[in-house]
Nanobody, 126 residues
């Protein structure tokens, strides 16, 4: 059974930093893309960042470019993806979801996501 388990969310003041982690188990995603999405109250889930299976390709939403960094570790039996979030803004407040696909080695999108994590809350206060 595949599981994506996020951690690292919490409450932070505007301008602060948080680091999210997502540990995948149940199968290996070393050849496949993983990423992060977020959903704020009353809004649709939106793309944040994605990283290729090798880690060589990264793509970000315009709203987080220059502030967020996605990375990954491909161990023999476990894959972990991280999201370092700096210079956080009030509008970054949302539930952040880890995503993985077995249909692309390049990037994960809303349409090709095969697995979702349960989500972790990030709240940015003024």
């Amino acid at each position: 059974q595949v599981q994506l388990v996020e951690s690292g969310g919490g409450l932070v003041q505007a301008g602060g930093s948080l680091r999210l982690s997502c540990a995948a188990s149940g199968r290996t995603f070393s050849s496949y893309a993983m990423g992060w999405f977020r959903q704020a109250p009353g809004k649709e889930r939106e793309f944040v960042a994605t990283i290729s299976g090798s880690g060589g390709l990264r793509n970000y939403a315009d709203s987080v470019k220059g502030r967020f960094t996605i990375s990954r570790e491909n161990a023999k039996t476990k894959n972990t993806v991280f999201l370092q979030m700096n210079s956080l803004k009030l509008e970054d407040t949302a539930v952040y979801y880890c995503a993985a696909t077995v249909r692309s080695s390049v990037g994960v999108t809303i349409l090709n996501t095969d697995y979702w994590g349960q989500g972790t809350q990030v709240t940015v206060s003024s």
